[in-house]
């Protein structure tokens, strides 16, 4: 569960706050989006939760632990992120880069492999084909793919997603939509989701946040556009 308790996020003195006074709370199980226009702080809330930037004031929690407490480094271990730049490595094979948190929490080698290859089956991915290729040798939707799977890699408790599917075509779009839903009814977890383009995402959210002042909604919609 993460909970957000009065956060507000102020760059630099005297400037009007990037996010304030934030309170909301995503039950696990939720797909929660966070809506509203370019720069209004949707970007900001993530990285506050994932401790890429501190919140000045308010608190923060996951599973009910104040994350201020927690080593960064452990809390994103935690933490699966998808996000907006999709930030493969470079100089990484597919598998190495899918491999990275899974690796980082010593899993077994075979149990890696094993991993990574039903994650690019997942992402309708030839393991043998993409396993040993470099980012710079796959497409922009293709390297899209690869970091929602990194995200899942290790199977975490919690999901962040800025924009996780802004840049797939159409019918890949749908596809992974469609495998989120799968692995949301198989494990219970939180997912916190930044959508682009809302209407792609209705037919699968269940809870809607606003940005500014908190509202909710409840799904199937009962709203009109």
Not at 79 to 104: D, K, W
Request: glycine share 8%; proline share 8%; net charge positive.
């Amino acid at each position: 569960m993460i909970s957000l308790e009065n956060v507000t996020k102020t760059y630099h003195p005297g400037d009007p706050p990037a996010v304030k006074n934030l309170t909301m709370e995503v039950k696990d199980g939720e797909v929660c989006v966070l809506v509203g226009p370019s720069g209004c702080g949707k970007t900001t809330t993530m990285k506050m939760i994932n401790r890429l930037i501190e919140p000045t004031e308010g608190k923060i929690y996951l599973n009910g632990e104040d994350i201020s407490k927690k080593n960064p480094i452990k809390l994103r271990l935690e933490i699966g992120y998808v996000i907006q730049e999709i930030g493969l490595f470079p100089h990484m094979s597919i598998a190495e880069n899918i491999a990275t948190v899974p690796r980082e929490l010593k899993w077994p080698r075979e149990k890696v492999k094993e991993r990574v290859d039903e994650l690019l089956d997942l992402m309708g991915m030839d393991p043998e084909h993409f396993r040993s290729r470099r980012p710079g040798a796959l497409s922009g939707g293709q390297r899209q793919r690869i970091g929602v799977a990194r995200a899942l890699a290790a199977d975490p408790p919690t999901m962040l997603m800025d924009e996780p599917f802004g840049a797939l075509d159409p019918i890949t779009r749908a596809r992974l939509q469609n495998e989120f839903l799968r692995i949301q009814s198989r494990s219970i977890k939180p997912s916190y989701l930044l959508p682009m383009i809302l209407m792609k995402l209705l037919r699968w959210v269940t809870r809607l946040q606003s940005c500014g002042k908190v509202t909710w909604y409840n799904l199937p919609l009962r709203m009109s556009f």
